[in-house]
């Protein structure tokens, strides 16, 4: 399933990171509509027990610090895989719940995506207490 969007720079940071922690050394580069699926399907186990909002607020080392102006937010076409639509809709709908909002971009689903799965290699996933 191909789906259009607009990534801002700091997504487009996070799908580098996510690509060059996972990824590092292999000859051919993903492209992002893969690591976007492979980053969602790395958090599927836990995607209820996430912490979405100490993820949004979490600093991403490489990304949040990036200074980089070369690398600019982005109108791209992602292919994914229509289950992993069906979850950005999902996380969509529990984003709105979540942080108290009555509209979530896919393109923000899609950082926090990319910002868990670089935590979770990381080692720095935050999980809900209890």
């Known amino acids: 399933m191909r789906v259009r969007m607009k990534l801002?720079?700091?997504?487009?940071?996070?799908?580098h990171e996510f690509r060059r922690i996972k990824y590092e050394g292999e000859e051919l580069k993903p492209s992002n509509g893969y690591v976007l699926n492979s980053a969602y399907e790395m958090l599927l186990p836990k995607l209820n027990v996430i912490d979405w909002q100490a993820v949004n607020k979490k600093y991403i080392p490489n990304v949040s610090d990036n200074k980089d102006v070369t690398i600019t937010k982005i109108s791209t076409t992602l292919n994914?895989?229509?289950?992993?639509?069906?979850?950005?809709?999902?996380?969509?709908n529990l984003f709105k719940r979540d942080f108290d909002t009555d509209r979530v971009f896919k393109s923000f689903v899609v950082k926090l995506i990319l910002f868990a799965a670089?935590?979770?290699?990381?080692?720095?996933?935050?999980?809900?207490?209890?």
């Open 118 to 130: 670089i935590l979770d290699l990381n080692g720095e996933l935050p999980l809900k207490k209890g």
């Open 80 to 92: 994914m895989k229509e289950s992993i639509s069906q979850g950005i809709d999902d996380l969509q």
């Open 8 to 15: 801002s720079r700091i997504t487009v940071l996070a799908f």
